[in-house]
Each structure stands twice: as C-alpha cells, then as structure tokens.
C-alpha cells in the first residue's frame, strides 16, 4: 500500500512514445540498434548479444501464438480478441515495460528498443503506448529464406498459418517473411501513419546516413538528432555478402521463392528475377 501511494506521488516517466524496431531475424536490425545508442538514445540494459531487449521476451513467448491463432494475421485489433488472450497479453505487456523502462530517466526524451518479434504484437504496444513510432526493416525475403536465423517460423508458422512447420525450408520461410511483413505494413500504415517508418536493409547498407535521415525526420524526429543516428550508423553498417545470395540458387529453386512471395516482394520494391 505504502509502495502504491509513493508511486502515485512521485513523477512518472513518460512511457507513451517509443521508438520500436521489429523485422523479421537475421534482417540486420543490431546494426540500428547501435546507432541509436551512440546518438544517445535509451535502448535498455539487458540486453543479448544481438542488442534485443530482453524485458520482453517472456511477453513474446508467451502471448504471439495465442494471439496469432485467434488472428492468423499480425494485423488486428486487440479489442477483438479473446478476454483471456487480451488480458494476459496486456498484463505481461505492463510488467514487460515496467521492468524495461526502470533505469529510463524522467529527463529522457529518446527512448526504444529492439526486438524483432515485437512487430507481432504491434497492437499492444500501441494500446499501451499511444505515440508508438515503429521502424520497419525489410531485407528481401529470398535471402532471409536461405539465412540460417529460421527463429521466428520455428516458433510461429504453425501459429500464423495453423498447419506444422514441416522443417526448416526456405518455401516455408519465405511464405512467413511474405505474410507477417505484408501484414504489419498494413496495419502500420493505416494505424500509425507517419510514425510507420519502412527501410529495406540494402538501401540502409548502400546509403546509412541519407537512408535514416529521411525517414526519422519524416516521421518527426528532430533532423539534427535524425543526423545524429544517421552518423553513428553510417560508421558502422556496411554491404554484407549475403545481400542478393538467393541469385546462386538453381532457376527453379529461385523461381519457386519468387512466386511464393511475389506480391510482398513488388510491393517493397525488389525485382522479380
């Protein structure tokens, strides 16, 4: 009781606008989150190797399949959903972000973390976090179905599309990248607006600075902060090899990947042969 009353008149750090960055694994989203901590952002203190806020994880293991198997779409709305799905996913989102944002400071004006399955549960977020801005990073989904970072279908394939995950195949992982991008483009677009920001990871790599600039500022960020993440990135973010692997493929093996996935493709601009 004494702790309730404390906390009520002590002042409260604003939790209501983060910066989030989700994308499906392996699409390079540990280069951003060094980027905003060296232009000064808070992105957490347990964190794993890869820079993921790892506050988090409990919520996503144990809320993304129960939603996605009422939903089978990461675009929905949480009012919808199941009284016991909503509440617990709420509940496990609060405590989620209480643990997570204990050491942000009150005077802390940029703040967010990374985490790339968090773009599964975008709706709860927002709900909780009324001027939520997320980062979208897409890397074309024929590399990423010869990547060997396969955890999200591992852990929900059979949850979004209600069938086994018969192996790790790139048809399969190519058919997860295509839907679950699609779909949270489609409900940040419409829910977000502005504050939906969407880069391709190889227009990030060829050009870091110009890249982050443009859509941080677009989406209202400060342009000198903008510069700011844009320098620090431009530092440390480079070409890999692995961008356009896919082309070694045999032609039907590549054929097969782009038919899967072609609408998603076209729409994030990737050529089709």
Known sequence: ?????????LPRVDTSSP????ATGGSGTRALHGALKEAGFFVGTRLNH???AMDFEPFLDASINPVLRETRSLDYAVETLSDGVRSSATDAFRDALRHYTKELSKN??????KNPR???VLPFVSAECPGLRFLHLVRDGRDMALSDNQNQ???HYDALFGESYSGESPENAIRLWAAANAQVADWGERELGKRYMRIRFEDLCESPKTTLVAV????GFDPILAGRVGTAAEAVIRMPDSVGRWRGLPEEEKRRLTEIAAATLHRFGYEQQ
Do not use: C, F, V
């Open 108 to 113: 802390q004006t940029h703040w967010g973390w």
């Open 1 to 9: 009781m004494l702790n309730r009353i404390i906390g009520k008149l």
């Open 19 to 22: 910066l989030l960055i989700g």
């Open 153 to 155: 279908p591992n852990k």
């Open 216 to 219: 941080l500022t677009e989406a």
């Open 50 to 52: 890869a820079g993921d």
């Open 118 to 120: 968090s773009m599964y």
